[in-house]
């Protein structure tokens, strides 16, 4: 079993950052906090797991997308770590978004 380490790129950060204040202000900060302590989870299962998702090499080679909970799309690349690119919440359209290099 192949163990890699997970990085999140600033664009990723700030996706989450940023969908912690919305959330936070439509609800509660507690609801945003166990909704993004949920994505995270489900992103640390990619440290064994990682080779999941559709692969868009048509957007970018190796790029990975794979959904969450219906609202949420996670860019990624495998490689010898796992690169966490974007996480796009609702109806955010990621095809128009950059990826980070």
Request: net charge negative.
């Amino acid at each position: 079993m192949i163990r890699r380490t997970i990085v999140f790129s600033p664009e990723a950060k700030d996706d989450l950052l940023a969908l912690y204040d919305w959330i936070a202000s439509e609800a509660s900060p507690e609801t945003a906090m166990a909704y993004i302590g949920r994505i995270e989870r489900f992103i640390a299962g990619f440290e064994t797991a990682a080779e999941r998702g559709t692969r868009r090499d048509d957007i970018r080679p190796g790029l990975r997308m794979i959904g969450f909970e219906r609202r949420v799309t996670i860019a990624f690349v495998v490689g010898e770590q796992v690169t966490i690119l974007r996480v796009f919440y609702a109806g955010r359209d990621w095809e128009a978004e950059s990826l980070p290099p």
